[in-house]
């Protein structure tokens, strides 16, 4: 007996259509290798009909008090926790994570988030009104940019995209969203939700691959552009942008280098990184996944992290005691895989280092030693289970290895010393330095990188005011 495939569609203007040409793409259950389910492969048409619906909406939305906007978002939020199963069995189909962790460690904070941007909508904050010149009063007001065309990744697709669309909203923008090809199911259903509390037009969502993203941001409507994802993809969306001067908000790759001074406790430093290094199976841009340590503790940390990584499980979403689960797709399996392999002849893999199972995408919590900072697995994201080690000799030589990469999204230092740390924090080249701690965040503080990590800020007042725009009124008082 042959199963039916659930059938995904895009959400455009207050209705639920298939691609205008019938395109679809199959989706594919990381956790079992198998097709659970197939969504609109969209093209010109369909992003086309996306955007002449959030612009028909924007003015109305535009001029819409912060109060307004900020109920809608608070109707969100509270709509969000009274479905959350129906959003977490979504998003375990989408990525085979762990069911008690997607709705322990994403629907909080997801829900968190979009109440900040629901207070956001109304704190704007600028200058004062003013004579800057005799006769003449100045006043500055913030706008919101119009409609943006925003990609989301796979690897937290349900929080990603509140991460989009929050911000957006809050200002008075119209949003059109794309979901990564691999992962539409949880925001098709984020956008039955959503369209239950905006107006039509508002919030839509437009399924389909590359050449779909690639059709929204070249799409003469949008006024932003806004991706998550990765280098090649962030230049790319830049590149198609500059041909009409979109504004780009790019969340790109990150390569986090966690430095551990000789003054660390051990113990507790390998748990808490074994945890940042491995959560959510490495496919994580902040992820702990470069440790250097000192020298003079560096075969003690490693035994005890190698030890860490043997004790970590990875397995189906229902498991027990599982704290991550598999690769999001066959493309990234082979691309971890092939970075083990390729490994040079100094490194030496201490744990791990292979796939798990023959059904699903998995890949064991692996640990790598002996490397050099010249090393491809050093230089280049993983977005994996893997950890590599390498050992420094001083806190300049710290400094060296861990700044001396692409990629400046985040990183973090473990000593005792509050001097060292804060020497450390400024001199690190990151746009997050977190002190005896990795990865947590909160919607309160900014987050966001530099050099091939991308642009502007996701999180914050900062990143809320990343979707608006200045505008300087003056008026003669004669």
Partial sequence: MTTELRRLRNYINGEFRDAADGRTIEVVNPATGEVYATSPLSGQADVDAAMEAAAAAFPAWRDSTPSERQKVLLKIADAFEERAEELIAAEVENTGKPVALTASEEIPPMVDQIRFFAGAARL??????????????????????????????????MMMAVWKFAPALAAGNTVVLKPSDTTPASTVLMAEIIGQIVPKGVFNVVCGDRETGKAMVEHPTPAMASITGSVRAGMQVAESAAKDVKRV?????????????EDTDIAKAVEDISVAGFFNAGQDCTAATRVLVHESIHDEFVAQLAKAAADTKTGQPDDEDVL?????????????????????????????????GDKGYFYAPTVVSGLKQDDEIVQNEVFGPVITVQSFVDEAQALEFANGVEYALASSVWTKDHARAM???KSLDFGCVWINTHIPLVAEMPHGGYKKSGYGKDLSAYGFEDYTRIKHVMTSLG
């Fill in 324 to 356: 991550y689960g598999p690769l999001n797709n066959a493309n990234q399996l082979k691309q971890v895989t092939g970075f083990i392999e390729r490994l040079p002849a100094h490194a030496k893999v201490e744990a791990g280092g292979h796939r798990v």
């Fill in 124 to 157: 704007l904050e600028g200058r004062s009104a003013g004579e800057y010149m005799e006769g003449m009063t100045s006043i500055v007001r913030r706008e919101p940019v119009g409609v943006c065309a925003q990609v989301a990744p796979w690897n937290y697709p």
């Fill in 249 to 261: 908000h790019l969340e790109l790759g990150g390569k986090a280098p966690v430095v551990v001074f």
């Fill in 423 to 425: 020497r450390m924090s």
